[in-house]
């Protein structure tokens, strides 16, 4: 079975830092970019960030541009996103997802998708 | 950035209904569009890529249609299941969303 879980979610103070992981399973996770997409309570969704399936390429939403990092271990399955300087804007629940292709922003749609985790940036 | 624009924002719909949900581009994106749906507390599911192309295991009443700036989602004779809110996502360029079209059931 295809499977994202997605782990490292919580409650971080203004200026903190957080990774979130996404544990891949059931597909080959290096033939394949990767997204974190987020979703502010009660609204919509917004990309954040993408990769490719091979790590060299990486692309930010403005919104986080210098504050988050995407990478992944393809030995360990695992996409990570690295965010720092986190204001109470990026308080979200955090999806990752599977595009359906190997490039990343490259004309594919999302196709898998895990069942997020909760990012609360408070003091 | 590509903006997309949904409409409506929401609809009431009774069961056997037909629904339609329109997404404009800002500018023309091909057939690079695809569209979510997203059931309270769950996360999306992708319900047509590429404009128009089904998704196995997505029932045959969803739809799609368009091209270039329009596109439409068409849901025929809604079931109660199918309350949910709706998303477009286009991947022409950087990856942006519409606002959503919430679907509820009279």
């Known amino acids: 079975e295809v499977q994202l879980v997605e782990s490292g979610g919580g409650l971080v103070q203004p200026g903190g830092s957080l990774r979130l992981s996404c544990a891949a399973s059931?597909?080959?996770?290096?033939?394949?970019?990767m997204s974190w997409v987020r979703q502010a309570p009660g609204k919509g969704l917004e990309w954040v960030s993408a990769?490719?399936?091979?790590?060299?390429?990486?692309y930010y939403a403005d919104s986080v541009k210098g504050r988050f990092t995407i990478s992944r271990d393809n030995s360990k399955n695992t996409l990570y996103l690295q965010m720092n300087s986190l204001r109470a804007e990026d308080t979200a629940v955090y999806y990752c997802?599977?595009?359906?292709?190997?490039?990343?922003?490259?004309?594919?749609?999302?196709?898998?998708w895990g069942q997020g985790t909760m990012v609360t940036v408070s003091s | 950035e590509i903006v997309l624009t949904q409409s409506p924002d929401f609809q009431s719909v009774t069961p056997k209904e037909k629904v339609t949900i329109t997404c404009r581009a800002s500018?023309?994106?091909?057939?690079?569009l695809h569209w979510y749906q997203q059931k309270p507390d769950q996360s999306p599911k992708l319900l047509i890529k590429?404009?128009?192309q089904s998704i196995s295991g997505v029932p045959s009443r969803f739809s799609g249609s368009g091209s270039g700036t329009d596109f439409t989602l068409t849901i025929n004779s809604l079931e109660a299941e199918d309350a949910a809110t709706y998303y477009c996502?286009?991947?022409?360029?950087?990856?942006?969303f519409g606002q959503g079209t919430k679907v509820e059931i009279k």
């Open positions: 500018q023309s994106i091909g057939s690079s």
């Open positions: 990769i490719s399936g091979s790590g060299g390429s990486t």
């Open positions: 059931g597909f080959t996770f290096s033939s394949y970019a």
């Open positions: 997802a599977k595009d359906d292709g190997l490039i990343a922003v490259a004309g594919y749609a999302f196709d898998i």
């Open positions: 590429y404009a128009s």
């Open positions: 996502h286009q991947s022409s360029s950087l990856p942006s």
